[in-house]
């Protein structure tokens, strides 16, 4: 059994799962190939976390993080995941990685954002999605600039999935900061705890607004029932991905090799890899 743990959570819907697997499937072989010693399946819950009695440490010797043997068993904590000593290959957004989470693992590569609306390379933007009035969703500009509908967002209420999101509230902030704005503009600010759970709010009508990243509102449109009862009315300005990480502790060989290998699998035979290499 592998010492080491993987998760691809930030995407995992239940109905995409024999999707993630299969991706991981991929990575998995390609690591092994290159000797290392990847796990054989995703962890997806906390009871699947290497224990570290006493907590886990910073480099300084300071507890960051409780052990994961004494968290609830069948939930579970992305920041727990990220902040494993065991981590050798994750998933985890810019907003936590600027807030503090970058200081304590290596990010390893940018995925590709080409195959969705609102993504362009390692690019991805938010739709800015309100009740479903009969008239068409606003399309995502070519450039990447933001389409912020000032006059539609104005004294609604805004639900958004946690306040470390870059997607979901860090990127709209800024881009409201950009135009002289900030979220005072709305009525009220909720914290719906996802992506999909924010749809939910707007199309049943318990919050007005909501900024969905461009990957999870493709899987809402083909999974979420609620999505019908929704359209984008405008859009964040792309800003870089979700990045792949590993432990800060990872040996230097192994991200190479893993970057490498992430490199191989994900960019297929294309000119343009479906990967930004990072470092």
């Known amino acids: 059994m592998s010492k080491f743990v993987a998760a691809l959570p930030m995407y995992d819907w239940p109905e995409a799962r ?3 697997d299969a991706q991981w ?4 072989d390609a690591f092994r190939q290159r000797g290392i010693d990847a796990p054989e399946a995703v962890a997806r819950s906390n009871r699947e976390l290497p224990a570290v009695p006493g907590g886990i440490l910073d480099d300084a010797g300071r507890l960051i993080a409780p052990d994961p043997a004494t968290l609830p068993p069948h939930e579970f904590d992305f920041h727990q995941l990220w902040l494993s000593p065991a981590l050798l290959f994750g998933q985890t957004c810019w907003g936590p990685m600027e807030l503090g989470l970058a200081q304590h693992v290596q990010a390893i590569a940018q995925p590709n954002y080409d195959g969705f609306e609102g993504g362009q390379g390692e690019l991805y933007s938010s739709a800015l999605v309100m009740p479903a009035d009969g008239g068409p969703s606003v399309a995502s500009p070519l450039d990447g600039k933001a389409i912020i509908p000032t006059g539609l967002l104005r004294g609604k209420r ?8 870059m997607s979901g509230l860090i990127g709209l902030t800024r ?17 719906s705890g996802g992506h999909r759970s924010s749809i939910v709010a707007v199309a049943e009508g318990r919050a007005d607004i909501a900024a969905i990243d461009c990957e999870s509102w493709a899987l809402a449109q083909r999974f979420e029932p609620a999505a019908q009862g929704v359209k984008v009315v405008g859009w ?40 930004q290499l990072v470092g």
Not at 158 to 165: G, L, R
Not at 175 to 191: K, N, T, W
Not at 242 to 266: F, G, N
């Open 175 to 191: 881009d409201l900061e950009a135009i002289g704005e900030s979220l005072d503009i709305f009525a009220s600010r909720s914290e």
């Open 158 to 165: 805004f639900t958004f999935n946690s306040a470390d999101s």
């Open 236 to 275: 964040t300005a792309r800003r870089k991905g979700l990045p792949y990480i590993t432990a800060r502790t990872t040996p230097a060989p192994i991200v190479a090799a893993m970057r490498e290998a992430v490199a191989a699998v994900e960019g297929g035979a294309s000119e343009q890899p479906l990967v």
């Open 18 to 20: 024999g999707e993630v």
């Open 25 to 28: 499937a991929r990575l998995r």
